[in-house]
């Protein structure tokens, strides 16, 4: 049947994104706040996700450009990031996050640039599974079936 | 009938300059059947509280309309730490400095792990402190707190109604009040206990 077809290939999918380290349990938890009062939880908590990332790895690209090099406010919009991955759950770019931090306290240029490629690249892994997961959920729920996540044992 | 305040819900303040984390904390809060009203700074949480950061130069100024002390009733105070302008830190120092505020429970929720920073909070009077991101079971651990604040009140607030009213009023209410105050003396509170700081010392970790 379609439906278990949908569901199957939901829990493999997010079988891999925690086995690949894509995902840690915080995510697992965004959903034990979800229900029919609020359906839509995790969709709005990620999509805000999504918006602070671009507008911080802008705000960082553009900080990291500049002549004189203001750590200190490159650190603070790391330590945001690193915060809403962490809330989110997602485990790369929170640990990219991390270097990135060590490398600002050091004010190495080259490897603040070298992270923020690399958060940028995370930040688009995660972006392109989360919405490909929730892509998922739709036909799921299309197809009359609910979310099943009692399987991620974490 | 309204006699007895007997209000089953219980409200919380959630003070963080995230908004992802506020969303987080509110629905964490929800989900536990709590009043929740967030705020993005300090100075508006002191704000809510009815405390204005210049009351004690000026008090005779109506800058701040005690009437909205009064009327909000916060129970709990949930902030994070690292916020810019006032820090959790110093919110939480603003509110046991306060005559008004001392006795509302607050607890310190923080990204980083640092235990100088804890224990400065938990000396400062914090009742809990929490390391993101926040969980269910995290706040699982609220209620004692707000449990123990909400006993004081109906004690102060039973103790306030029967000074006023006559006396065959009071002899309808004496019966609820001995109930509620019978209740309270067992599980051995009073309003005039001194908190130990330390009490109820906590780190949750994931």
Known sequence: ?154 | MGMATTDPQFHVLAVDDSLIDRKLIERLLKTSSYQVTTVDSGSKALEFLGLNENDRNTPNETSVSPKIHQEVDVNLVITDYCMPGMTGYDLLKKIKESSSLKNIPVVIMSSENVPSRISRCMEEGAEEFFLKPVRLSDVNKLKPHLMRTKCCKNIQNQENQENKQSQEIQLQTSQSNNNNKRKAMDEGISPDRTRPRYSGFTLVSN
Not at chain 1, 39 to 58: C, G, Q, T
Not at chain 1, 107 to 122: K, R, Y
Not at chain 1, 127 to 143: G, H, T
Request: aromatic fraction near 10%; include cysteine; hydrophobic fraction near 40%.
């Open chain 1, 1 to 154: 049947m379609e439906l278990n077809r949908l569901q199957r290939s939901f829990l493999e999918y997010t079988a891999a994104l925690f086995r690949e380290g894509f995902l840690d349990s915080q995510f697992s938890q965004l959903y034990q706040l979800q229900d029919e009062s609020n359906p839509e939880f995790v969709v709005e908590v990620v999509s805000l996700f999504f918006d602070d990332s671009e507008r911080l790895i802008n705000d960082l690209s553009r900080a990291l450009d500049q002549t004189n090099v203001d750590f200190k406010k490159i650190d603070a919009h790391v330590h945001q990031l690193k915060g809403s991955s962490s809330s989110i759950g997602a485990q790369r770019v929170k640990n990219s996050c991390v270097s990135f931090r060590n490398f600002c306290e050091v004010q190495n240029i080259e490897g603040c640039l070298s992270c923020l490629q690399q958060v940028q690249q995370e930040y688009l892994l995660i972006k392109n599974k989360l919405e490909a997961l929730f892509q998922l959920e739709k036909q799921i729920v299309a197809a009359g079936g609910a979310i099943n996540t009692v399987e991620w044992m974490l």
